[in-house]
């Protein structure tokens, strides 16, 4: 059973970083397409960026490129998110979701995940 936890939100200032981390247990993430999406209150889930199976692939949202990095660390079966120059307007619930097939593509961030963590928290605030 695939399993995500997501890690590293938290309360940060306009035009900090933070780094979230998407842990892996069940499989490894070289094998899984994985995504990340973020929800604010009274707003629709949005894609932020995904990185394909092999990581030869990934994909950036309109609302945060240019500002994040994903990335793939095979040795902690875990997938990263770099968020610098952080705004008010980015605060939201980060989830990452995996899945078995090739869905990241440089255009689009496709919502059609299969598994899917909890999400954390990411407050951006003076």
């Known amino acids: 059973q695939l399993q995500l936890v997501e890690s590293g939100g938290g309360l940060v200032q306009p035009g900090g970083s933070l780094r979230l981390a998407c842990a892996a247990s069940g499989l490894t993430v070289y094998w899984l397409d994985i995504g990340w999406f973020r929800q604010a209150p009274g707003k629709e889930r949005e894609g932020v960026s995904c990185i394909s199976l092999t990581g030869d692939n990934t994909g950036y949202g309109d609302s945060m490129r240019g500002r994040v990095t994903i990335s793939k660390d095979t040795a902690n079966n875990t997938v990263y998110l770099q968020m610098n120059s952080l705004k008010p307007e980015d605060t939201a619930v980060y989830y990452c979701?995996?899945?078995?097939?090739?869905?990241?593509?440089?255009?689009?961030?496709?919502?059609?995940?299969?598994?899917w963590g909890q999400g954390t928290q990411v407050t951006v605030s003076s």
């Open positions: 979701a995996a899945a078995r097939r090739r869905l990241c593509r440089s255009t689009d961030i496709s919502n059609d995940y299969d598994y």
